[in-house]
């Protein structure tokens, strides 16, 4: 229903093999029976989660040790079931690293999660919530301004253009990298939770 879930590698640009090829990596159950990818991301996930830096606005992701991160599978495996939204693992292929994680949330999962947010979405069934989280020593390299790109072109493909993201009124770094994206802030909202809401249109 929401497209395919197998790998995705983007597309080769000057950028990417600077990125040393990096590939997207779907939550699955392929994924979950692949010991070492597991182990990889098990440790990936921990140390992403675990870090203030990238917690900063978003202390709900905390993740405290390895037996957090298989829970965190089993609720991201019921989620996906459940069409309600999916991960989708950045790997360094070359390297064999963890790089961060995509969220993509589907209009079924922005009902049940963020029903505050529904009435500021003109055409809910042809849009998607994403979350980015990427390791601190990769900030500031513009990987995620690739990734993210990469991440909505997929979607694009399948025939989705409005893409939403939740940022904290705090979070500078955060709302100047998606206006670089050519996100734009939705006038009059702003949650309980102090957060802003964004959006691209394509």
């Known amino acids: 229903m929401y497209g395919d879930l197998g ?65 965190f599978f089993i609720s991201s495996s019921k989620l996906q079931l459940e069409s309600l939204s999916y991960n989708y693992y950045i790997i360094n292929t070359k390297f064999n690293m963890f790089c961060g994680i995509i969220i993509n949330i589907s209009y079924l999962g922005i009902e049940k999660y963020y029903p505050h947010v529904t009435e500021y979405i ?30 909505v072109n997929i979607h694009t493909e399948q025939g ?12 500078l770094r955060c709302q100047k990298f998606l206006e670089a994206k050519e996100f734009v802030r939705v006038g009059g909202f702003i949650d309980d939770k102090g957060r802003l809401l964004y959006k691209l249109k394509l």
């Open 7 to 71: 790998v995705h590698t983007p597309k080769i640009t000057k950028e990417s093999k600077k990125n040393n090829f990096t590939t997207f990596l779907p939550h699955g159950v392929e994924l979950m029976e692949n010991d070492n990818y597991m182990e990889l991301l098990k440790k990936g996930l921990l140390e992403l989660f675990s870090d203030e830096r990238v917690l900063e606005y978003s202390k709900e992701k905390k993740i405290n040790n390895i037996d957090d991160c298989s829970k």
């Open 122 to 151: 003109d055409n809910l069934k042809k849009s998607w919530f994403l979350e980015f989280y990427l390791l601190p020593q990769l900030w500031g390299k513009n990987w995620m301004r690739y990734y993210l790109v990469q991440m």
């Open 160 to 171: 989705y253009k409005y893409f939403f993201c939740l940022v904290h009124i705090d979070h």
